[in-house]
Structure formats: C-alpha cells, structure tokens
C-alpha cells in the first residue's frame, strides 16, 4: 500500500519508516499493482496511443482518464497518486517532469529516452541462460524484446533480474570501459538499471563467482 505522512512524504509500508506515524492512505496493494500494470502498458509498450514525446513522456492526466474509463472504481484516482507511485517505486521505474511521466527502462518502443552518461560503473552485468552464453560470448549483445540491452549494476542484481525467467542464470560480466572507448553510449536508467544499445563480445566475460563481486548495498 502507499500512504502519505505530512512530514515526509509517500511511503509504502502502514507506518512511515522516519516518524512511525501512520499517515494517510492513498491506495492499496491492489491498487498499486493495477496503476502499474497500466502504465507499463502506455510508457514501456504505446497501449493506448496517448501523445507521448521522444523520450517517453506522456501527460500524467491522459493516463489518469485511460485509468478512469478502465476501471469505473478508480474514480477517485488524482494526479498525487501517481506521483506517489513514481516517488515510492522501489526500482526507480518512473520519472516525472513537471505534469509528466514516463517510463525509465523495459521499452519496447524507439524513444530518445537521454539518459546521464556520467559515473558509470567499470564493470556492469547480465544474464543469460547456459545455452545462449557461448552465442552471446561469440556475437556480442543486441535487444531482442526490448527496444534497449538492459545491464545490471551488480552481479546481485542481475541474478534477481535472470531469475524472474530462468531458475539458474549464468551472469556475463561487461567492460564499460571498453565499450564507451568503442564509442558506445552507456545511460543510467534507474538505480540498478543501465542501457546500451549493444555490447560487443570483444568485451564480454563470464562473472563466475557472486563472492567476489562487492555489492553496494552490502
């Protein structure tokens, strides 16, 4: 659920994590996971053909009326609901610009989406399956149901990412380095998340061991 607390803003828990209050509820479990499915249906996929720029942003208020005219109990639905979403996201999924919203990874549609370049990790990951490891250690990375390649900033996270498809993921580790001296640009997406539009095998290796790879929030 997401409640909002007058001192410190959305949170998702009953009581706020800074004062323990309890704060004013703005919606439930359910709730949440509707707006989220819905959203990622306009800002990832296009659903619903709403006017949406070259980076991605679409009026927060067109999505309101697409969620009104879905979901006839969701009347009450406001602007500040879904700023409470995109505050609250665990994953960073969203990013609002004044009266808009969009989507900051998972796209399967083109966008311009000009993410920072700066401060990128030396050494970011991906997963992959056993079998499609030697391809991809052969040919190198390119999107396949997304419109980006999609990293992760730990070996951690990566397995988390792999495992919501494969129950075992092999984690293949990328040189930033080499890749933005080949003239491919890296852009953070969201706080684990990065995007590239290829990653060549030249600087492709196997991240063996989970151990010996520090994890930050460790």
Known sequence: MINECDEHGYFRSELCPLCGEAGKFLMNDVEVEKMGRLMAGILRHGKYDLPMDSQGFVDVCDIIAVAKDRNPRMKWLKTHHIEALVETDPKGRYQMSGSDVRA????????????????????????????????????????????????????????KAGSVRIEDPIILAVDTVGCIDAGIEIGKAARTVYLCDQVPSDFLSVAEDEGDIEDPED
């Open 104 to 159: 900051t990874y998972g796209h399967t549609i083109e966008l311009d989406l000009k993410l920072p370049t700066d401060d990128i990790p030396e050494t970011l990951y991906y997963p992959t399956t056993e079998e499609e490891r030697d391809t991809l250690m052969e040919v190198g990375i390119f999107p396949s149901d997304r419109a980006m390649v999609h990293l992760s900033a730990t070996y951690r996270d990566a397995f």
